[in-house]
């Protein structure tokens, strides 16, 4: 079994930043992706940002400039330094890694940005 467990969101103002994490633990090997989606009531899960075990980074189009993903492989962390917030950045922020067949989700953090 594996858990992540995801930390750091919140509410923000407009043009604030947040940093999320979140650290896989259990059975683990070798993660080959981990990043980080968003969902919002009634929307599909859209991608955030991406990072392979070889630091290849995929952006969703809507965040590129304004976040920054970072991991750590030995740690098994990935990190989401968001900046320049928008409203339109409302949304539940998922963690997710794989390898192979497997495919593993955190259990989401709520990132609000509101005046």
């Known amino acids: 079994q594996v858990q992540l467990v995801e930390s750091g969101g919140g509410l923000v103002q407009p043009g604030g930043s947040l940093r999320l994490s979140c650290t896989a633990s259990?059975?683990?090997?070798?993660?080959?992706?981990m990043g980080w989606y968003r969902q919002v009531p009634g929307k599909q899960r859209e991608l955030v940002a991406l990072?392979?075990?070889?630091?290849?980074?995929n952006y969703g189009d809507s965040v590129k400039g304004r976040f920054i993903i970072s991991r750590d492989n030995a740690k098994n962390t990935v990190d989401l330094q968001m900046n320049s917030l928008k409203p339109e950045d409302t949304a539940v922020y998922y963690c997710?890694?794989?390898?192979?067949?497997?495919?593993?989700w955190g259990q989401g953090t709520q990132v609000t940005v509101s005046s």
């Open positions: 997710n890694c794989r390898w192979g067949v497997n495919n593993y």
């Open positions: 259990g059975r683990i090997f070798s993660i080959n992706v």
């Open positions: 990072i392979s075990s070889g630091d290849i980074i």
